[in-house]
C-alpha cells in the first residue's frame, strides 16, 4: 500500500505567475484535503474534496482552486502568485468525510519571489 | 471559528525526561482530535488519534488524553530521547477539516 505522494518535492515562481501542485491519495482513500502552513505557523486548510466535488473551503481567495479526479488523485492550482503564498503545501487523504485518520503528504515546498 | 493553542512554543530537555506537550481548543463540538509530529521541512506524521468519545490514547512511550467539556489534550512522552527532537501539533476536526495550533518545538539534550 502507498502513501500520500505529491510533486513536485519543491518550486520557485516569481509574482504574478501560476502553479499547480500535484497530490496522489493514499490507496481506496476517496477524500482529499489541501493545506498552506506557513514558516513557524500550524498548517491553515484551504479545502477539501470529495468524490471529485468540492466539499468545503477554507478562509483562502478564489485564486486558489483545485481539482479531484476519478482515481481519486488530486490538484492545487494557485493563479496570480504573491509573495506570501511562499509557503509548505500539504495534501492529506482520508477513508470518509468525517471520523478517520488524515494521511498526510511530504508536502510541496513553494518559493515566491 | 475553532481556536487551537498550543503551550509552551518550545521545550528543551535532558535525554530521559519525560515530556508534557498541553493543547487546548475553543469549540468543544468536535469529532475527534489528533496529534501529529513534523520534522524539519517534512510532512506531518499522525501519532495518536482520540475520538470525541473517548479519554485517552496509548501508543508504546507516548499517551494522549482529551478532556472535551473542557477543551484540553495533553500528550505525554515517557523517557525522551534524542530521537523525539521534532514539531508536535495537535488538531482538531470539526466537519470536515482540521484546524491546527502553532505547535510545540522539542529538543532532547543527549
Known amino acids: 500500500e502507498t502513501g500520500v505522494t505529491q510533486s513536485p518535492t519543491h518550486l520557485i515562481k516569481t509574482r504574478g505567475q501560476q502553479v499547480t501542485l500535484r497530490c496522489s491519495s493514499q490507496?481506496?482513500?476517496?477524500?482529499v484535503s489541501w493545506y498552506q502552513q506557513a514558516l513557524g505557523q500550524g498548517p491553515q486548510f484551504i479545502f477539501q474534496y470529495y468524490r471529485e466535488e468540492e466539499n468545503g473551503r477554507g478562509n483562502f481567495p478564489p485564486r486558489f482552486s483545485g481539482l479531484q479526479f476519478p482515481n481519486y488523485s488530486s490538484e492545487l492550482n494557485v493563479n496570480a502568485l504573491e509573495l506570501d503564498d511562499s509557503a509548505l503545501y500539504l495534501c492529506?487523504?482520508?477513508?470518509?468525510?468525517?471520523?478517520?485518520?488524515?494521511?498526510f503528504g511530504p508536502g510541496t515546498r513553494l518559493l515566491v519571489l | 471559528k475553532q481556536e487551537v493553542t498550543q503551550i509552551p512554543a518550545a521545550l528543551s530537555v535532558p535525554e530521559g525526561e519525560n515530556l508534557v506537550l498541553n493543547c487546548s481548543f475553543t469549540?468543544?463540538?468536535?469529532?475527534?482530535l489528533q496529534w501529529f509530529r513534523q520534522d524539519p521541512g517534512k510532512g506531518l506524521t499522525s501519532l495518536l488519534l482520540?475520538?470525541?468519545?473517548?479519554r485517552e490514547q496509548t501508543s508504546g512511550r507516548l499517551n494522549a488524553s482529551l478532556d472535551k467539556s473542557s477543551g484540553r489534550s495533553t500528550l505525554y512522552i515517557a523517557a525522551s530521547q534524542p530521537g523525539d527532537s521534532a514539531t508536535y501539533l495537535c488538531?482538531?476536526?470539526?466537519?470536515?477539516?482540521?484546524?491546527f495550533g502553532a505547535g510545540t518545538t522539542v529538543t532532547v539534550r543527549a
Open positions: 469549540d468543544s463540538a468536535i469529532y475527534n
Open positions: 482520540i475520538q470525541s468519545s473517548q
Open positions: 488538531a482538531v476536526k470539526n466537519d470536515y477539516k482540521l484546524s
Open positions: 490507496s481506496g482513500h476517496n477524500t
Open positions: 492529506a487523504s482520508s477513508l470518509d468525510l468525517i471520523g478517520e485518520t488524515q494521511y
